[in-house]
Each structure stands twice: as structure tokens, then as C-alpha cells.
């Protein structure tokens, strides 16, 4: 028997029906195999997962757990609160900076400010740091709160944990966008749209380093050094990378402007880039969720801070600090 060969409409419907059947198999796809997308959030210290069992289960959402670990701030100047790892050493270090000195998404006892005691006494220094970083905190605010701490208490160092989003960042604003029905097409317009935000947070860091931005970080800089020194103290600036793509890091300029401005204004500098850059950036995060520097890299940048102090002699003679008032 022979059989006709199809016709043209015949032809059109089983091509039809062959692509909706592919487009349901990719569909199925992307909703069983893909996970919801991730939301990222820089601001928060709440985590929907445990990738390196560091966290604690700090309390349930929906049923769901959620992790992080302890964080008691002092109710009216926001600095983290925690037992010293050596409460007997003298506090001799000042530490300045936002959520990342601070330590969001890390252990106290983790965080590179106090890790810094044990390490210096390994060096024969006897030194621990006041860590009065906040979340939050830009260049301005750092500046106004080394004032206060300066003038309730005296300090032979001061240790500036300067990120680059210090000088400001001017962000366009985000268009809304309407999730899709489909999951292969909300895949696909979530990372384009993940794309999009990612070149224009990198020009925003880019432009924060340059004419009036760069102009005011300086004159802050400036005015930060003056002050310390007006104490008898001395500053070291510690600039601390983005967490991304060490390979192809978009940001060296701004670690270079930044060097060449503390250089020219007679600052001490410490680039923490070379510190961290050996290791994938996404080891060294909280979270996948959260950039901020984990309990790896907070060791890591304890050891940089620690051996710039000791190659730089900048605790050789103690001046007698004095322990500060805990608000």
C-alpha cells in the first residue's frame, strides 16, 4: 500500500504541534529543574539558606526557616555590640567604616576588627580595636564620628575601612518590571534584566571617583587625616574591593585613584584588593544573596591590617590610650 504524501496543511499542523510540544517540554523544564530566582539584597542579614552551615536558625517565616547569626546594635549610635575576643588589651585601634567593618552576615568573634587582637599580640603588639563601624555609613558620616570618638577617648591609630560606595553613588532609578506567566520567559527577562542593573551600578561606582564626587571624598580624606593627627593619633586607610569577578575586575581605576589620592595628601593606604583577589569572589561572600565579606575574608583582611601596623611601625609606642565610654 502506498501512502500519500502529506499535504501542505497537514504538513503546517504537525509542525505546529511538534513546536507547542517542544514548548511545553521546555517550559516543564525551566519550572521543575530552575530555581525561583534569588533576590538580592545587600541590606539585609536574613538568609533563606545555610550553603556553609554557618548560620543559626534565627526564627521561621512561612514555615520556612531563616538564618543568620546574632546582631545586638547600640540603640543610639548603631554600632555593633560583642564581647572582645581579649577584653584585656588596650584599646589602642579606632575602626571607622559601615556594614561591612562592621561585620554584617559574620560572627563578632569572626569579624577582622577583633580578630585583629590575637594577632597583634602574636606580633608582641598589645593592641585590640574599638569598632565603631555602622551601617550605612558614607565618607561624611565617618568623619563626623571619628569627631566624637576622638574627642571622648584617645587612640594611637585610627583605621578607616573605606568601601567604594563612600564618595556616594548617583543610581538611575529601576523600572518596575511585570513578571511573566512563563517560567522560560521570566528567566529570561530576569536576566537580562539582572544585566542591565549590573552595567549601571558599575558606571555608578566608575562616576563616584571622578569631578565633584571625587573632589568632595578627597576633601573629606583630607579633613579625616588633619583630624587624626590634631589627636596625635595616626590613619591608615584600608580600601576594601567589590566582591566581583576578581578576573575581570571593573574597578582597579577607582583602586588606583583612590591610592594615588592618599599618596598625594601624605595618607597611609592599604589596598585589601590584594588580599582577597587569589580567592573566587563568590567564596568570600555572606550569601549568595548578600555580597558582604564572610568570616573567610574578614580573616584574610585581619591578616593585611595587621601586617601593614607591624611593617609600618604604627603601634611601636604606646600613648597611654584610654578606654572609651560605651554609650
Not at 504537525?14 to 511545553?24: D, E, Q, Y
Not at 560606595?165 to 511585570?178: H, Q, V
Request: glycine share 6%; aromatic share 8%; charged share 20%.
Amino acid at each position: 500500500m502506498i501512502e500519500e504524501p502529506l499535504s501542505t496543511s497537514e504538513k503546517l499542523t504537525s509542525l505546529g504541534i511538534g513546536l507547542v510540544a517542544t514548548a511545553a517540554v521546555i517550559e516543564l523544564a525551566f519550572r521543575v529543574l530552575l530555581p525561583s530566582p534569588t533576590v538580592f539584597n545587600n541590606e539585609s542579614d536574613a538568609y533563606p539558606t545555610n550553603p556553609r552551615g554557618y548560620f543559626e536558625e534565627l526564627r521561621q517565616e512561612d514555615g520556612a526557616p531563616v538564618y543568620g547569626v546574632p546582631l545586638a546594635l547600640a540603640p543610639h549610635t548603631g554600632e555593633r555590640i560583642g564581647t572582645p575576643s581579649k577584653p584585656a588589651a588596650a584599646p589602642r585601634i579606632l575602626g571607622l567604616g559601615d556594614s561591612q567593618g562592621m561585620g554584617q552576615g559574620v560572627r563578632f568573634e569572626d569579624t577582622a576588627f577583633d580578630l585583629m587582637a590575637s594577632m597583634l599580640e602574636d606580633e608582641g603588639i598589645d593592641a585590640r580595636v574599638i569598632n565603631r563601624s555602622v551601617r550605612g555609613y558614607d565618607i561624611d558620616e565617618v568623619v563626623d564620628r571619628a569627631k566624637r570618638e576622638l574627642s571622648a577617648a584617645s587612640y594611637d591609630l585610627v583605621i578607616y575601612w573605606l568601601v567604594l560606595d563612600d564618595f556616594g553613588l548617583a543610581m538611575p532609578p529601576r523600572s518596575e518590571r511585570k513578571p511573566s506567566i512563563s517560567a522560560a520567559a521570566e528567566f529570561f527577562s530576569h536576566t537580562a534584566a539582572q544585566w542591565a542593573v549590573s552595567t549601571q551600578t558599575t558606571q555608578a561606582y566608575l562616576d563616584a571617583f571622578t569631578g565633584l564626587s571625587l573632589e568632595h571624598g578627597t576633601q573629606k580624606l583630607r579633613e579625616l587625616e588633619s583630624l587624626v593627627a590634631s589627636h596625635d593619633a595616626q590613619l591608615l586607610v584600608a580600601v576594601m574591593p567589590l566582591l566581583y569577578d576578581f578576573e575581570r575586575y571593573p574597578f582597579s581605576d577607582i583602586h588606583t585613584t583612590l591610592r594615588d589620592t592618599c599618596q598625594s595628601t601624605g595618607i597611609r593606604c592599604l589596598d585589601l584588593l590584594e588580599a582577597l583577589y587569589d580567592e573566587p569572589a563568590a567564596s568570600l561572600w555572606v550569601h549568595s544573596i548578600d555580597h558582604h565579606p564572610n568570616e573567610r575574608a574578614h580573616h584574610a583582611i585581619a591578616e593585611s591590617m595587621t601586617e601593614a601596623i607591624v611593617r609600618g611601625g604604627l603601634l611601636v609606642a604606646p600613648q597611654g590610650a584610654t578606654e572609651p565610654v560605651v554609650p
